[in-house]
């Protein structure tokens, strides 16, 4: 992918409500989870860092005397993470999710942002985040959830797969985790997501007016900024709830599991 796709990318991950609202879920479990994991200067690992577009909400959380190291197999988008990213407990590195470079037990938590379904080996990769992290330490992770909902989209962004509930969580206690909390999320999606891939995705063999094209490919459909606004806001209550209790449908799969 070109620089100029990067930026597109980070612009689009900085403001779409989807990914904003992702964020906002992703930050009210992570200060519920630093709380638990109790370490008063955080070391945190974003796997899978892109862009960069979740590194101040992690650097903020982890606080001026934690450390956040983010990771990503590209060094282009670690490129331009380094030109958006300027706080001073942060630290960017290139790594293989499979292999990561990253001492024994240096973590008390590692966030996985949509990142584990790009991985060819989940199970490899579970076991290196455990490997990562010290006793009691924890994984923070947001995945595409129901098969069955597999399109042209997951193709163009090289998923290898989507999670269902049960498997998930059979995935995490299988690789040394304890599973906290594990929710869906974005719940409005599903009858929607199921149409659009449905029936509008195979018609589009070009790009649509009324859509945008993220990453390699992926298609998003542009909504109004007042719209926009408010889809933030319907994900932002949803974060809230997940953190007191799980959500029973949506298109994504949010997991909070502290090593055993």
């Known amino acids: 992918m070109n620089p100029a796709e990067y930026g597109r990318m980070h612009a689009l991950e900085t403001n779409y409500w989807w990914f904003v609202g992702r964020r906002a879920i992703i930050g009210r479990l992570l200060a519920v989870t630093l709380r638990r994991v109790g370490s008063k200067h955080p070391h945190v690992l974003d796997l899978g860092c892109g862009t960069g577009a979740n590194l101040p909400m992690l650097c903020e959380a982890a606080g001026p005397d934690g450390r956040v190291v983010g990771l ?11 030109a958006q990213s ?24 590692v966030t996985m942002l949509d990142v584990l379904e790009h991985l060819s080996d989940d199970t490899r990769a579970l076991q290196e985040v455990n490997r990562v992290l010290r006793p009691g330490g924890a994984l923070v992770l947001s995945v595409p959830a129901y ?11 090289h998923h290898f797969r989507r999670y269902e509930f049960a ?8 690789n040394g985790f304890e599973v906290w909390r594990l929710s869906f999320a974005m719940s409005m999606m599903p009858p929607l997501a199921w149409g659009w891939r449905r029936f ?61």
């Open 167 to 174: 498997g998930l969580n059979r995935l995490l206690v299988a």
């Open 86 to 109: 300027h706080q001073p407990n942060l630290s960017l590195t290139q790594g293989d999710g499979l292999n990561l470079p990253i001492g024994n037990g240096w973590a008390d938590c």
């Open 72 to 82: 990503d197999y590209s060094p282009l988008a670690l490129q331009f993470a380094r």
């Open 200 to 260: 509008v995705l195979p018609r589009q063999p070009k790009r649509p007016k009324n859509a945008t094209r993220h990453s390699e490919g992926a298609i998003l459909p542009n909504v109004p900024p007042a719209l926009n606004k408010l889809l933030i806001k319907y994900v932002e209550l949803e974060g809230r709830i997940i953190t007191r209790r799980r959500l029973r449908f949506g298109t994504s799969l949010v997991a909070v599991a502290f090593k055993k």
């Open 147 to 157: 098969q069955h909902l597999w399109s042209a989209h997951d193709e163009a962004l």
